[in-house]
Structures are given as C-alpha cells and as structure tokens.
C-alpha cells in the first residue's frame, strides 16, 4: 500500500463497497455516452454525481444519513422524466476539462501528503467528483453527434421525375430587369436550379444582389435574370418538409419584344 493512502480512513470503506460505487459510475457514464449519441444530454442525471459522492463520503464520515441521500440523488438521476434533454447544440468542452484537471490536482496535493486524514478524506471526495463530472461532460460533448445538413438539390432533379403540385409555391411577376420569384407556400423551398423557358440550361437561383439561394424562405424573394424576348421560367425545387418529391414550377407569358403582335380571338 502506498503511504499516502495511510492518510485516508479507507478501513472504512471495504473493497466490495469501493467496487459497487465504481460499477454504477461506470453505469452513468455509460448511459451519458449513449444519451450523447442521440443528441441528449444529462440535465437532472447531474445528479449522480453528488450522490456517488455521498455514498463515499458516508462510511467515511461515519454518518448513515449520507448514504440515504445519495442512494436518493441516484434514484433522482436515474428515474427523473427530465434526467436528460434534448441538446441545440454541442455542449462545451471547457468546464468539464476544468473539472478533470481540479480532480486530478486534487489527488495529487493528497498523494502529496499535504493534509490531516479527515482533510485527505474530504479532499479525495471532491477530487472524485470532479473526475466523474469531467468525464461526464466530455463523453457528452464528444460523442454528441451532429444534426447532418440535408445537401441542397442539384441537377440530379432536372431529370428526375417531378411533380406539378395543384397549388403553386412560387408567384412570379416580371420586372424591367427579369422576374421577380416570391415563395408563396406554407414552408421554406430547397431550390435546386431554374431556366427560362425553351431554353435548355440550367442555373442557380440568386438574390438580386448576386448571392446564391439553396433554400427561400416563406415570403422570401429571388431574382432571376431574363431578356425581353423570353417567354417563361421553370423553377425546379424540393419542398423543405418533405411533403413530397422534386416539383417543378412552370409559368409562360408573351415576351414583352411581342406584346404588340398578340392577336386576340
């Protein structure tokens, strides 16, 4: 046995007991680093921490109220509806590095010799902690995986089979420079690329400053260039909820540069 255990009342705590606190903190981080692969992170499962401490300081103090509160705090941690949550975002790695490193500087000043045995005893169970809320915190932040970003529809969608929907998405009303694009549905519009009529290109959709659009937003505008003589657009694009397919959005008109040779029937 190394001397500085010496300083510690470990009589108290049997290695049976030692192993049971190792094997439900083994438990905790476990389920922290499966809940972070969906996107969860510990919010009332927090918890486990201070009681796994509790239950270690308990035979040490020689208080048995500590081991109900803490069989308690894991009971809390454990069952709580709340005990994890949905993540935004991921979270950050900067407070759970600091808790690794205040444990194990922690352990060291105890290694060192630098206490009384009840110092040491308090000093050894803060420093546990940390280390498993450390740990804790960076299992949840490194497995947590991020949300993939559907990629925008390309040309794959000009030869797809698309749909005509009943009720059109986009509106479109002709300006000096070109028409102006306007969604008029209910959800945001993943643009994939548009031509003028009976022309065969194909070109991405941009705002009248120039910037590229993957997606148009409810009420969102785009502009697209055209000369007096064409005579229509056509829009390809793929609904953002998914309701359906690629749709193609298809409208024609007299090109200005003939407006005045229309006959009417």
Known sequence: MEPWLHLLPVSRITPPYALALALIAGYWLWRVAREARHRWSPRVSWWAVPGLALL???PLADVPALFGLGA???LLAEFWPGAFRPARERPGWAWPLVGVLCGLALL???AAGGGTAAGAGVSVTLALAALLAGLGGLLSAGLYRERSRPR???LEVRFARVQLPEWPDLSVTLTERGARL???SNGPLRLAGWSPSGVNAW???RTEGGTPLNTLAVGQ???LPLSERAGGVRVWYVPGDGRAGPCLFRADWT???YAGQRVLN
């Open 56 to 58: 270690w300081a308990a």
């Open 72 to 74: 308690a705090a894991l």
């Open 108 to 110: 060291a000043l105890v």
């Open 152 to 154: 925008p529809p390309g």
């Open 182 to 184: 306007v969604n008029v």
């Open 203 to 205: 070109l991405r959709v």
């Open 221 to 223: 505008s785009a502009f």
């Open 255 to 257: 090109p200005q540069a």
